[in-house]
């Protein structure tokens, strides 16, 4: 049988939600994404457990809908992307999320620091993490995109 109270946790942890979140409705959370591949890269995830996408309720993808456009208008705001790209992978975590990764022609400056996109204009690089080694830059941009936060 599947714990999916621990399928959830286990997801929430590694992608450090409750640390990290932007905003959330009833259904779906927005938060930073750990690694950034670009600057303002963010996970959007169910929440409740679902494995498959064709699981989610009507009320959930209407829920979705609202948390994109949030999430597209804010960061467009906040670092000027020319593409933003969704990639519902789940080969590893097995939960209904996407990555959203903003895409960028030219390299932008955030926290005294130079962000660029390496994939740009092909396929994003997921495996980038930008300044994983300077602390606290995750919450910097947590930060900065709740308070820019639009709905």
């Known amino acids: ?20 979140l932007i905003r959330a409705n009833d259904s779906w959370t927005w938060s930073v994404r750990p690694a950034q591949a ?12 679902a494995a498959r996408f064709s699981e989610v309720s009507r009320d959930e993808m209407s829920d979705l809908s609202e948390l994109v456009r949030c999430a597209e208008k804010t960061v467009a705001a906040t670092f000027g992307f020319q593409a933003i790209n969704y990639l519902m992978l789940m080969m590893v975590d097995h939960h209904v999320h ?54």
Not at 38 to 49: A, F, I, Q, W, Y
Not at 128 to 150: F, K, N
Request: aromatic share 8%.
């Open 38 to 49: 670009t600057l303002g890269c963010g996970v959007l995830s169910l929440n409740r457990h």
């Open 1 to 20: 049988m599947i714990d999916e109270s621990a399928i959830l946790s286990a997801f929430r942890a590694k992608f450090e939600v409750a640390e990290l």
């Open 98 to 151: 996407f990555h959203v990764i903003p895409r960028y022609q030219a390299s932008r400056q955030f926290a005294g620091l130079d962000w660029v996109d390496p994939g740009w204009p092909a396929l994003p690089l997921l495996g980038e993490q930008q300044h994983a080694d300077q602390p606290g830059v995750l919450l910097q941009i947590r930060d900065v995109l709740r308070e820019a936060a639009i709905d």
